[in-house]
């Protein structure tokens, strides 16, 4: 079932989370044991990530270095495959421009029908760390609007060769993210709604929020987009706070401000167990905010976040 029927099909709002595939040489099982945990809340779906190759420089004998292009977090489509099989539940891996390739995209997007995998989070991806602006690769998808051509395009039997296809496949349907206090690219908020109005024509059902702790923001943006015409469901993403590092990382990492309530809070916190306790009483707070107003659903990001997840739902699910 594609997610935009779950959104309508519900009576409350869903309940999704985001994973990490494992770094390159771990295995999987601590990672099941994360989603066995979120498993009793009924999730409609769990988003995996998807990692570009980084270009990393080691340092030979005689003191010369060598390129390699390396990808820390590998297997998207192979883990989505695994949690689908493992725990019966729909899972939506993201598809990148960045680090790929259209013909790359391509063989993900053949890999992911077999497989029987069909709903997408169509993402341009970060910047390579080595870059000082967003560069596609070579034949590669330069925005994610280009990326979501690829995949109509597939559903309609096309290759990126324009070769047809002998089979019919099963249409993938995507969504795409949103930026509550605006990406960090773009030069203001309406330049942002526009850009998430065209992905929107360009075929996303729906659209999932970066992380955000103020839900005003939340609230004044799903307002802002109405008013321009963009009328798919907008799901707020959000993170618990678990670390007194995150006061400083977030921000700036995520270019989101904390709210001065929030902060003022933070700052008597002189552990992170402290600091974890405040970001599941946040979050409950949060989160029943959120379903007072009725929104389609709440997606959480779990990394190191998962049990923090689990104590909040507990009190809002």
Not at 39 to 47: A, C
Not at 201 to 206: K, N, R, S, V
Not at 216 to 232: C, L, P, T
Not at 257 to 265: A, F, I, N, R, S
Request: glycine residues 6%.
């Amino acid at each position: 079932m594609a997610i935009l029927d779950y959104i309508k099909q519900s009576d409350k709002p869903i309940f999704s989370f985001e994973i990490v595939p494992p770094l390159k040489g771990s295995g999987i099982d601590k990672l099941y044991d994360n989603i066995e945990n979120l498993m009793e809340f009924n999730p409609k779906f769990i988003n995996i990530t998807s990692r570009r190759s980084e270009i990393v420089y080691k340092e030979l004998s005689g003191g010369n270095y060598k390129r390699y292009s390396v990808r820390t977090r590998p297997g998207t489509v192979a883990v989505a495959a695994a949690i689908k099989h493992k725990f019966n539940v729909d899972v939506v891996p993201h598809i990148l421009c960045g680090g790929f390739t259209r013909e790359e995209t391509e063989y993900l997007l053949i890999d992911l029908q077999f497989l029987g995998i069909t709903d997408l989070l169509v993402l341009r991806g970060d910047k390579a760390k080595d870059e000082p602006r967003f560069t596609p690769m070579k034949d590669g998808n330069a925005n994610a609007i280009e990326l979501q051509k690829q995949i109509n395009d597939f559903n309609n039997g096309v290759f990126v060769d324009e070769e047809r296809m002998k089979w019919n496949v099963t249409p993938f349907t995507y969504g795409v993210a949103c930026y509550p206090e605006k990406h960090e690219e773009s030069p203001n908020m309406e330049k942002d709604l526009h850009w998430l109005k065209k992905k929107v024509e360009a075929g996303a059902q729906y659209a999932v929020t970066q992380m955000f702790y103020d839900n005003r923001k939340y609230y004044d943006f799903v307002e802002r987009a109405r008013k321009e015409g963009i009328n798919v469901p907008i799901i707020p993403g959000l993170k618990p706070l678990s670390k007194l590092s995150q006061l400083s990382i977030l921000p700036k990492t995520f270019k989101i401000d904390l709210p001065e309530d929030l902060t003022d809070e933070a700052d008597k916190c002189q552990s992170d167990k402290e600091m974890k306790e405040l970001g599941i009483e946040w979050g409950v707070k949060q989160c029943k905010d959120l379903i007072a107003h009725c929104v389609p659903g709440i997606h959480f990001y779990s990394l190191g976040a998962t049990d923090s997840i689990k104590k909040i739902a507990k009190q809002v699910y």
